[in-house]
Structures are given as structure tokens and as C-alpha cells.
């Protein structure tokens, strides 16, 4: 059974910096492709940034440049930097896996990510 866990959010500064973790267990990580969304309250959740299956970083187009996306296959994590934190980007930040053989969806609980001005 895949399981998500994130970790590392909290509240932060304005212009402020955080890094996101996300260990998985039960995946192998050929198969998945690892991403981060975020969800603020009472819009729908947008995609962050993509690692394929390939080994490929995709960003949203608003989020590169200040976010990065990182992984050790090693530790089964997936690692979400940052940085220029703005009020905006107060959010619920999840964690997922993508089957891309049976396209099952397994997502973490959230770390929630407060920004203040």
C-alpha cells in the first residue's frame, strides 16, 4: 500500500523560505510520477511541480523561479524549496503519486503553509 507523509510546513515571514518533505513508502518510484499541489481555501487545488517518470521537473508556470523541486531515491522523498514566500501562497500544500501504468492517485494529509505579511 503507497503511503505519502509530508512534513515542514508551518508559518512564515513574508519573503520567507521553506522547504517541504515528502517521504512515500510501498512505491517504486519508476512507476509513479511525484508530485506537490496545493489547495487555499475555497479554491480548487493546483498542481506545484511535477517529477516524472523520467526523472523530468515540471513547474507551473507562476511557481518556477521561486519554487524547486527535488527527490532522493534513495530516502523515498520527494522535496518541495521555497523560497520569496508571499501571503498568496498560504495554502494546504499535498503530496502526491501517480500510478502511470494504472493511473492510481494516492495523496498524502497535507502540511499546511501560512505566510503572513
Known amino acids: 500500500q503507497v503511503q505519502l507523509v509530508e512534513s515542514g510546513g508551518g508559518l512564515v515571514q513574508s519573503g520567507g523560505s521553506l522547504r517541504l518533505s515528502c517521504t512515500a513508502s510501498g512505491i517504486h518510484f519508476s512507476l509513479y510520477s511525484m508530485s506537490w499541489y496545493r489547495q487555499v481555501i475555497g479554491k480548487q487545488r493546483e498542481l506545484v511541480a511535477s517529477?516524472?517518470?523520467?526523472?523530468?521537473?515540471n513547474y507551473e508556470d507562476s511557481f518556477e523561479g521561486r519554487f524547486a523541486l527535488s527527490g532522493d531515491i534513495a530516502k523515498s522523498a520527494i522535496y518541495l524549496q521555497m523560497n520569496s514566500l508571499k501571503p498568496e501562497d498560504t495554502a494546504v500544500y499535498y503530496c502526491?503519486?501517480?500510478?502511470?501504468?494504472?493511473?492510481?492517485?494516492?495523496w498524502g494529509q497535507g502540511t499546511q503553509v501560512t505566510v503572513s505579511s
Open positions: 517529477f516524472t517518470r523520467g526523472g523530468n521537473v
Open positions: 502526491n503519486a501517480k500510478n502511470d501504468i494504472t493511473a492510481e492517485d494516492t
